[in-house]
């Protein structure tokens, strides 16, 4: 077969589906959820509330939103021979390595009640996904530190339950700081969908095969946990901590600068945003707002990072090129301030993306324009040969 087609690397200029859940016009700024401008979300809704919205279309009224949370409370639970997989992981591991596992084997739990074209089944799945993530990411923190896991404490909100879970030991008291639970909520929003990034993509390309929901998803976190995507978050503290001093900054941004250094500026650029992120103009208010509640707005750390982000804004290579700071630059200087381990910081993103994965992969079983995604490719190896024997070679 000999069809026409287009080489796209990296599908900088296609469009894969269409989708009613998430707006975005790179060059202006704008970012929307099914309608609604991100900033009026992070503003005056929950997690939870942004969850409903991105699931299901609309706003939900009290007694809707009321079922939804009392629905995810009742699963946040893991089944407890689940959690004696955390056990085969090496201490060391990283958070993202074991939810990728972990997630994984969720399709090994709930394969019998997972019918892909039954509406409540889609909607139990997406449902079980976002209350267990939160249980699903203490737990694998837990391991990698040594101490007991935390059972999910359902007198709690969603954002408060995980810092619960991740924080708390047994015998000791643990107040959630409302102040750090508020942010990380509006982390959470602003995280919660951004149309076919890699890892949405990656669940869509993985939907489309008929696959197990809960696989699908695994290879979302998979996706999300690179450098480039969602590992930037992480990749922008290691940054700060090797360039360690504000007399250095200068000196990496030449390195950035030199494309014979593989060094880039972490948290800097984007394939849509050619404007500031949206939500790094958000983050950067609550960044600051939560470094002066905890009293460390003199930090040595985020007075380097304030200054990289002066210097890199007024320089003219990140100028021409519009790279601006994006989401992952401030999202990882709160966490860290929240004391967030490092380690930790993609775990989180990928607690708020399951809303998007979730929703992506229930819209797309209702298209009836799916069908398995196959790509196509530019053959550049070899033309026909013959097989040599192997003396002959
Ligand atoms: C996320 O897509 C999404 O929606 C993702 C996300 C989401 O919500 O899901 O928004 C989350 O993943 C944010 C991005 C986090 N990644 C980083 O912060 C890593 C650092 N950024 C870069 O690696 C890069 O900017 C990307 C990966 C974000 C975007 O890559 P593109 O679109 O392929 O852009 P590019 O690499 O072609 O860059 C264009 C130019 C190049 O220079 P020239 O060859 O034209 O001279 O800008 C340069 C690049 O070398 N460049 C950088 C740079 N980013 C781009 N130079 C120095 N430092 C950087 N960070």
Redesign the pocket.
Known sequence: EHGVFTYDP?F?ATCSTQSDITYIDGAEGILLYRGYPVDQLAENSSFLEVAYLVLYGELPTTPQLDEFVGAITQHTMLNESLSKFFDGFHYDAHPMAMMTGIVGSLSAFYHDTTDIRDDGHREIFARRMIAKMPTIAAAAYKHSVGQPKMYPRNDLDYTSNFLHMLFAVPAETYEVDPIAAKALDVLFIL?AD??Q????STVRMAGSTGTNPYAAIASGIAALWG????G?NE??LNMLGEIGDISQVPRYLEK??D?DDPF?????????YKNF?PRATIIRGYCHEVLQHLGIENHPLFELAMELERIALEDD?FKE?K?YP????YSGIIYQALGIPINMFTSMFAIA?TVGWAAHWCEMQNDPAMRIARPRQIYTGSPKRSYTPIDQR
């Open positions: 990296a900088t995280h951004h149309e990034n890699a890892s949405t450098p480039a995507h969602g930037a990749a922008v950035a600068k494309k880039r500026l972490m948290g800097f650029g984007h394939r849509v992120d290579y090129r790279l994006n989401v992952d630059f993306r």
